[in-house]
């Protein structure tokens, strides 16, 4: 995700706030904003991939993904 949909989303944010949104800057407010859940649930899905925990013997046990 950029920082200029970022700042969009925000914008977005605010007007809605202030004054409300078109049916159009609705729609687009739902899509950048689906769009950014995506961003940081794979950014996270990815991070997790690569984290370990250590136990008090010095072990390394990667995390799994249950189900």
Avoid: F
């Avoid at 950029?2 to 944010?13: F, G, H």
């Avoid at 950014?36 to 995390?63: E, F």
């Amino acid at each position: 995700m950029t920082q200029e949909k970022i700042d969009r989303i925000n914008e977005l944010a605010r007007k809605s706030k202030a004054e409300g949104l078109t049916d159009e800057e609705k729609d687009e407010q739902t899509a950048l904003r689906n769009e950014y859940r995506q961003s940081v649930t794979g950014n996270l899905a990815a991070q997790l991939k690569n984290t370990y925990i250590m136990t008090p013997d010095g072990k390394k046990h990667k995390i799994r993904k249950n189900g």
